[in-house]
């Protein structure tokens, strides 16, 4: 115990701990860590020693400037060996088994830093790991006034569970800069995340360079620039100009792969087929089937599909390429030739997902196409589109990957799948024998609202950090070695800027982060929570954006069916350690208030319910204000509306 209470002081000024926790804020939580006595400090001058830095020089850039512009300390890289090396990276001469391509070894003595792994991945691991360690200003991109830079010591091994661990960007619904990218590749890489999906085409924006088709960018990037709420825009006026978007061009993304690569990141590219193809066909209408779409544009935002109650959706506008006209196989040939000289990555997503049938239904050619190709619905056209697909790619020397649809009505032979629908595709894909990446909707949709409706910018769905944390990738009824990653994905219909970016992305992702790299035996919420909360101090230093939404009440409103729909309101936490108080009276509350002790009925006559969180006496968590109607409408309580009397 004394020792623990020694430990414990010794580490209590250390910035990278966790507030009076006592422990490491990592995340992902390393496969086993143990914690030494004492502190490393870094020198006033920093040698760092890298005898072999071969596939290192970019990260090591980058390590430099981590370390000198804040601490405002020379730092030098050497290849050779130096006994007074402030921190030595070396590439193991055998192979250690465990740590694997991405693995490392770290150990922080009074005296030395050491990061040992068998390729250069490793070591930039365990470079972001050290990073962690240090104390949080260490993120800051000016010099700070600081007196000393000390990391605990500590003696880590660690890999990672699946090698696919990813991220995608939506850079089509809203277009993203090259630096913008870049910035994302900075932030994901922290949290040893190694794949960044870029869905580069969709109804709103055609975002690459392709040479031969130069009205994909000259047309399909560029439409009317809306701001509000997504979806219910009105068609734009015929002299509205189009100038809100952008593209990549070849060299942007050569850049952008390069970028990703010195920071050992693999960028999958989408280009999302048949379905979601709005802005190629206002590029070039005669991919398309449906007679009028020459009047087509590149989608602003205006109501383009109907979603219908309980399942099934119709295109409003021919939103597809049709898979009977010849003319969209070279057109994609074209495409794919120049998407896999540019992306390095094995894989090429084809999308597939969402791809509205009711304009093929009324399709003569579509009906010749089925005829002759003995097809027996739709599912078995999008499939014959998808296999045709996937030869033209495996033509460039590339994998296919999809979203879930591709299942339906046969998978094409070699195709890996991207399970969004919840679990089961990627369950039904696995036990074909497929590939599967798992990004559930259910668990990793990081366009949906992270906390109360009342106060999140407004999506049609929720995931709390919570939610997303308690996802296990591996389905019990599947081999698991076919499972091999997961990601999270961020839509950008409702996300019009960087910081929205950001603060939709943190913390959810570093949830996803661990998900993917640690051990399942070693997720833990409350210990994770922790861990979150010691972290995002250093995104203020980096004035990154991120949720606190973990910190407020979860309000859950239920009807009592035996007394007449009545309505009852449960509150809590995802944070252990919070008390929540609430009025009903209109007035702010505060912890002077009625503290929230169980189950809630609404006083007659009341109209609205205010609740706020506080720890130790002070406010976290944001003041949530929901009118009773809302909680009777979330409740689902019948009119006429009752209040529990
Ligand atoms: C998707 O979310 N439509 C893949």
């Known amino acids: ?111 030395a830093i050491l990061i040992r792994a068998n390729q250069p991945a490793g070591l930039f691991y365990g470079i972001q790991t050290l990073l962690q360690l240090l104390p949080k200003e260490i993120e800051s991109r000016t010099a700070v006034n600081r007196t000393a830079w000390q990391a605990p010591c500590v003696t880590i091994s660690d890999y990672p569970r699946f090698g696919w661990r990813g991220l995608m960007l939506d850079v089509s619904r809203h277009f993203f800069t090259k630096q913008e990218v870049k910035d994302f590749i900075d932030e994901m890489v922290k949290y040893k995340f190694n794949l960044l999906h870029m869905h580069l085409t969709d109804d709103e924006g055609w975002r690459i ?133 540019l992306f390095p990555f094995g894989y090429i997503h084809v999308g597939g997902d969402e791809c509205a049938k009711n304009f093929w239904e009324k399709s003569d050619a579509v009906k010749q196409l089925m005829q002759k190709q003995h097809l027996k619905n739709m599912e078995e056209v999008q499939s014959y589109f998808e296999k045709r697909v996937e030869k033209i790619v495996e033509s460039k020397g590339k994998k296919v990957i999809g979203w879930d649809e591709i299942l339906e009505g046969g ?29 559930p909707t259910t668990f990793f949709y990081l366009d949906y609202m992270q906390g109360d409706a009342a106060i999140e910018p407004p999506v049609y769905a929720s995931l709390r950090l919570k939610t997303t944390y308690s996802y296990e990738p591996v389905p019990d009824s599947v081999d698991p070695k076919l499972i091999i990653g997961g990601q999270a994905n961020l839509w950008t219909e409702q996300i019009y800027n960087v910081r929205h970016m950001q603060y939709m992305i943190w913390p959810r992702s570093m949830a996803v982060a661990e998900c993917l790299w640690s051990p399942k035996e070693k997720k833990d919420w409350n210990n994770f929570a922790t861990r979150v909360e010691g972290l995002l101090p250093r995104m203020d230093v980096e004035q990154v954006k991120y949720a606190r939404s973990m910190f407020d009440a979860t309000i859950t409103p239920t009807k009592d069916v035996a007394a007449f729909d009545s309505l009852t309101v449960a509150l809590s936490t995802e944070v252990s350690g919070l008390d929540i108080y609430y009025s009903f009276d209109n007035s702010n509350p505060d912890n002077f208030y009625p503290k929230y002790s169980g189950t809630l009925s609404i006083p007659k006559d009341a109209t609205m319910l205010k609740v706020i969180t506080y720890r130790d006496g ?28």
């Open 1 to 111: 115990m004394r020792i623990v209470a020694l430990l414990l002081t010794t580490l209590a000024g250390l910035t990278s701990f966790c507030q009076d926790h006592g422990q490491l804020a990592l995340i992902p939580v390393p496969v086993n860590v143990t914690i030494n006595a004492g502190h490393f400090e870094l020198p006033k001058t920093i040698l760092i020693e890298a005898r072999d830095q071969q596939g290192l020089t970019p990260a090591l850039e980058d390590l430099k400037a981590h370390l000198s512009i804040p601490t405002g300390y020379p730092v030098t890289v050497t290849t050779q060996p130096r006994t007074d090396a402030t921190i030595r990276l070396v590439l193991n001469k055998t192979a250690e088994a465990t740590l694997g391509a991405e693995g490392y070894f770290l150990s922080v003595t009074p005296d």
């Open 411 to 439: 998978l094409a032979p070699n195709a890996a799948v991207m399970s969004w629908r919840g679990v089961k595709g990627g369950i039904a894909a696995a036990k074909l024998g497929h590939q599967v990446v798992m990004s």
């Open 209 to 341: 360079e392709v040479k031969g088709l130069p009205n994909l960018t000259k047309t399909g990037a560029w439409s009317v620039k809306r701001v509000g709420s997504f979806g219910t825009f009105p068609d734009p006026a015929p002299n509205e100009p189009r100038d809100y978007g952008g593209f990549y061009t070849a060299d942007d993304i050569r850049e952008l792969v390069q970028y990703a690569k010195d920071r050992f990141v693999n960028i999958l590219p989408e280009v999302d087929v048949p379905g979601h193809s709005l802005a190629a066909i206002a590029s070039y209408p005669e991919l398309s089937c449906t007679p009028g779409a020459d009047k087509y544009h590149v989608r602003s935002g205006e109501k383009i599909m109907d979603w219908h109650k309980g399942g099934g959706f119709s295109a409003l506008y021919d939103n597809t390429l049709c898979p009977a006209n010849e003319k969209i196989y070279p057109f994609l040939d074209t495409v794919f030739t120049t998407i896999a000289a």
């Open 618 to 645: 002070k406010p976290i968590g944001r003041q949530i204000d929901v009118p009773v109607l809302d909680l009777q409408r979330r409740a689902g309580v019948r009119e006429p509306l009752s209040t529990g009397d």
